[in-house]
């Protein structure tokens, strides 16, 4: 794995089915996030993670849960899905320096996923 | 929270051509404004960030400039080419440590540069 990867590429869902989308990084960063990005709305925040073992959320987060059980993996699932969740989403990844320090490092993105739910 | 605008949402050029993007930002706590390239079909890139305490930053053909005061900033690319067409977001981020460090973004340009 080099840099920011994402699962699967793309998906058809039904509505009402659970679905999880994947997100690995292996450059040892600590805050990862997830975005969707909608037509004519740029990339909107869903969930973000800090650190692992801590989660916060974004400007969209109804709908979408996220657990950050290690450093390297950030998933992101869908409980029910309804078809206004149709979307590309992506997750991204930056290192946030040390704590307390007011660090603004780049953002790297996977991707992405293109999720149809019908 | 932040609220971010972005103008204009196209913007055709002819080769050579300057290109300007405009995108204001609401929350006065901001300090990190970011530009991102996204091709079609591909991941945001990168291309240029800004911090608070500049007001100006170039990487050869493109520039970024902070107005902090009017709270709006802009991206130049000048001498554009058409390999410069693709979809461009600004953002901003307003979260101190040891909040999120998540970013706002603007609704996106489209930029099609005309050979």
């Known amino acids: 794995i080099a840099g920011i990867t994402q699962a699967p590429t793309s998906q058809i869902l039904a509505a009402g089915r659970r679905m999880t989308l994947r997100c690995t990084q292996d450059m040892r960063h600590n805050a990862m996030y997830w975005y969707r990005q909608d037509l004519g709305l740029g990339l909107r925040l869903i969930h973000y993670s800090n650190t692992a073992g801590t989660t916060g959320k974004g400007e969209v987060p109804d709908g979408y849960s996220v657990s950050r059980a290690n450093t390297d993996d950030f998933p992101l699932t869908l409980a029910s899905a309804v078809p206004s969740q149709t979307s590309v989403y992506f997750c991204?990844?930056?290192?946030?320096?040390?704590?307390?320090?007011?660090?603004?490092?780049?953002?790297?993105f996977g991707p992405g996923t293109r999720l149809t739910v019908l | 929270g932040e609220n971010v605008e972005q103008h204009p949402s196209t913007l055709s050029v002819q080769e050579g051509d300057s290109a300007v993007i405009k995108c204001t930002y609401s929350d006065s706590a901001s300090n990190y404004f970011p530009w991102y390239k996204q091709e079609l079909g591909k991941r945001p890139q990168l291309i240029i960030d800004?911090?608070?305490?500049?007001g100006e930053k170039k990487d050869q053909r493109i520039a970024v400039t902070l107005n902090k005061t009017a709270k709006h900033f802009s991206l130049h690319i000048t001498e554009t080419q058409p390999e410069d067409s693709a979809v461009y977001f600004c953002a901003a981020s307003a979260s101190p440590p040891p909040g999120r460090r998540a970013l706002t973004f603007g609704s996106g340009t489209r930029l099609q540069v005309q050979p």
């Open positions: 800004i911090r608070s305490n500049v």
């Open positions: 991204a990844s930056s290192d946030s320096g040390l704590a307390g320090v007011s660090s603004y490092n780049e953002q790297f």
